[in-house]
């Protein structure tokens, strides 16, 4: 026992490395987890003090243990057992393809990440490119809804900035869950959105077991508490107009809905418009090609934000308009007829959110433009008057002397960007720019015919022509 025993240095340094490891995993880093762990848990506590709608402790779950839930859910099991059957391969083999599904999908979220880095970058940038207006209703309509509800935020898709826009309004009530595409899966992006609670999703994926992965996560985390927003549209919108909706995550929400369940779904339609959209010109290209894809390269979004935020906190001027935001009336699902289809769901918010609508002056200067071509300053404003008076009171974000500025801003701003032009004191589309006016005038269009109550079919119909 008390003899020397002689090693190779090595060897020697190697059975050290070894016990440093065991020693870290088996008795100090479990130490150091629950030391942060608790200090986490007190924090979201005094977090939750502040917030209307706390955070879920489904959403504070180990991302570890949400996987093994979700692959081992009686439904997911069953369709691994039917993918192994129909590819002829090991259930075990299709056990661990729905593992990477659910790795894939299932967020790490950071309450850290969300409230202290996340929330004050979407402040600073949203703040940097727009001047954010919300409805005078948006706070009615939110505290309106039942505590022990989960809130769906339904919304049109205009720009990526919907994200960053929506999750700061939202920062003082809630945390939001994100269903977000192919995209953002580019690293560090993708570690960056799944610690802010975004999960991601492959919409052009059409296998049964993906899909029921996907399914049964979206039905865990609403039947948890945890609120969403997702685009019903399913992509951004390439001509300006509402699209029709798909029913992907629409129907996994009321698929897995137990109206007698305590909790409800409430869907609070968010409709959105902008005074720039800052992918116009690459959604119009897109569009006049026929296809849906984006030239845009992540170091050119990071470098934009970057330089934005820059000049945010340089103190020069950066915005490029107003931005606004406003709810509709919610739907709940458990007042919704049982028998309602997800169809009919769809276009009923579809319905909620075009009636919603903002109108702000660029969109307003672009309808004029558009109609009377070659037209004096005094004319276009009493154009841009008469429209706004024809729309629902609701819908209008600017009134009296307020308009005036918008509008004296939103044609410089176009004049800027070289789409329209004036000549002999009379203001002109510029020559191969009607596509842009028509691009921005389509947000609001429905709102200038006679049938503004039309239903979202007839919206969606004319958002494919």
Do not use: C
């Amino acid at each position: 026992m008390t003899q020397t025993v002689q090693l190779p240095l090595w060897l020697f340094i190697l059975i050290l490395l070894f016990a440093a490891v065991t020693a870290l995993s088996h008795l100090l880093l479990p130490s150091v987890r629950w030391f942060f762990r608790r200090r986490l848990e007190k924090a979201v506590k005094r977090l939750n003090t502040r917030l209307k709608r706390p955070i879920e402790p489904f959403k504070l779950a180990r991302r570890y243990d949400m996987i093994q839930r979700l692959i081992y859910d009686p439904e997911v099991t069953e369709e691994i057992v039917n993918y192994a059957r129909q590819n002829k391969v090991p259930e075990n083999v299709a056990f661990e393809k729905a593992r990477d599904y659910a790795r894939e999908i299932v967020p790490s979220f950071s309450a850290f990440a969300y409230f202290s880095f996340g929330i004050r970058v979407a402040r600073l940038l949203a703040k940097s490119v727009y001047r954010i207006e919300t409805a005078e209703s948006n706070d009615t309509v939110f505290n309106g809804i039942p505590e022990n509800a989960t809130v769906v935020f339904v919304m049109n898709h205009r720009s990526n900035m919907d994200y960053v826009l929506v999750t700061y309004l939202a920062a003082r009530d809630t945390s939001l869950s994100y269903a977000v595409g192919e995209w953002a899966r580019v690293w560090p992006l993708s570690w960056l959105i799944k610690s802010l609670g975004a999960y991601f999703i492959r919409r052009r994926s059409r296998g049964a077991l993906y899909r029921k992965v996907l399914a049964r996560y979206v039905q865990m985390a609403t039947a948890g508490g945890v609120n969403q927003a997702f685009y019903p549209e399913g992509g951004l919108s390439l001509t300006g107009k509402l699209q029709p909706p798909k029913m992907g995550l629409m129907s996994y929400l009321v698929e897995g809905y137990d109206p007698e369940g305590e909790r409800d779904v409430v869907f609070v339609p968010v409709a959105i418009n902008y005074d720039r959209v800052l992918e116009d010109k690459v959604l119009i290209a897109a569009a006049q090609r026929g296809d849906r894809r984006f030239g845009a390269r992540i170091s050119v979004i990071v470098g934009f934000i970057l330089r934005k935020l820059w000049q945010r906190l340089t103190g020069q001027e950066t915005r490029f308009g107003t931005a606004a935001v406003a709810f509709g009336t919610p739907l709940s699902l458990r007042e919704a007829e049982q028998s309602a289809e997800v169809e009919h769901l769809s276009e009923d918010l579809m319905s909620r959110i075009a009636r919603t609508m903002p109108v702000l002056a660029v969109p307003a200067v672009a309808s004029v433009l558009l109609k009377e071509d070659g037209i004096s300053d005094a004319a276009l404003r009493s154009g841009v008057t008469k429209l706004f008076e024809q729309v629902p009171e609701g819908n209008r974000v600017f009134k009296g002397d307020a308009l005036d500025l918008e509008v004296a801003r939103a044609v410089e701003g176009l004049s800027a960007r070289a789409l329209i032009r004036q000549s002999d004191g009379k203001w002109h589309v510029s020559q191969d720019q009607t596509a842009v006016l028509t691009f921005y005038a389509n947000s609001i269009a429905h709102l200038l015919t006679p049938d503004d109550a039309a239903s979202a079919k007839e919206i969606s119909a004319t958002a494919g022509s």
